[in-house]
């Protein structure tokens, strides 16, 4: 079964500094995979998805994601944190049987400090 | 384009009732999931839609059902409800062939 593990609960910034958010995965086949950001009470926002082709996947907000795939992971990076990139992060899969359903993470709770 | 909506986005119920939440997706999507976020289980994914028949389904009772109409707009529907189902309810949609879903802004049922 496909599955996406994030491995840290909280992690804190500076702003100005680089910032990484884990994420590893296990899949069946190719891995279809996502981040999505969640601000408080608000649903899910899609940053970025790799399905094939270039190992750095480019996105929203200024976020890019690093696909490796002899260590199973697809960790979300930025290279100048913001304090408005404080926020839930979530690294998710595709189902391989279905395009529809997602498997997410637990999520990662990202603060940026002043 | 409008994002996906949801309504209604706060809701609380008390035990044994049942609630109906609606989603209207993005023009043109087809295709509607619903997922249950709760702090303990995370995101999981409940079912979805395409066409106006249930493609895919989740690993929940019986007592959460769904329907789609003809507009692709979509209903989620929890019968007896228990403090469980406490959770926020998130819709997204997709358009067919294509891999990246789009979620609305979720509805907040707290069952007391």
């Known amino acids: 079964a496909q599955s996406v593990a994030q491995p840290e609960d909280q992690v804190n910034v500076a702003e100005g500094n680089p910032l990484t958010v884990k994420c590893t995965y296990s899949?069946?086949?190719?891995?279809?995979l996502f981040w999505y950001v969640q601000y408080p009470n608000r649903g899910l926002q899609f940053l970025l998805k790799?399905?094939?082709?270039?190992?750095l996947v480019k996105g929203s907000y200024g976020f890019e994601a690093e696909f490796n795939k002899s260590q199973t992971s697809f960790h979300l990076k930025k290279p100048s944190a913001l304090v408005s990139d404080s926020a839930l992060y979530f690294c998710?899969?595709?189902?391989?049987?279905?395009?529809?359903?997602?498997?997410f993470g637990s999520g990662t709770r990202l603060s940026i400090r002043p | 384009k409008a994002g996906v909506t949801q309504t209604p986005r706060y809701l609380i119920k008390t035990r044994g009732q049942q609630v109906t939440l609606s989603c209207s997706p993005i023009?043109?999507?087809?295709?509607v999931s619903w997922y249950q976020q709760t702090p303990g289980q995370g995101l999981q994914f409940l079912f979805e839609?395409?066409?106006?028949?249930?493609?895919n389904k989740g690993n929940f009772p019986g007592r959460f059902s769904g329907r789609q109409f003809s507009n692709s707009r979509s209903e989620m529907n929890v019968s007896t409800l228990e403090l469980g189902d406490s959770a926020l309810y998130l819709c997204?949609?997709?358009?067919?062939?294509?891999?990246?879903?789009?979620f609305g802004p979720g509805t907040r049922l707290t069952v007391l």
């Open positions: 023009s043109g999507h087809r295709s």
């Open positions: 998710a899969v595709r189902e391989y049987s279905s395009a529809s359903k997602i498997i």
């Open positions: 790799y399905i094939t082709g270039d190992n």
């Open positions: 899949v069946s086949g190719n891995p279809y």
């Open positions: 997204a949609s997709k358009l067919q062939g294509t891999d990246t879903q789009y």
């Open positions: 839609y395409f066409s106006e028949t249930q493609r």
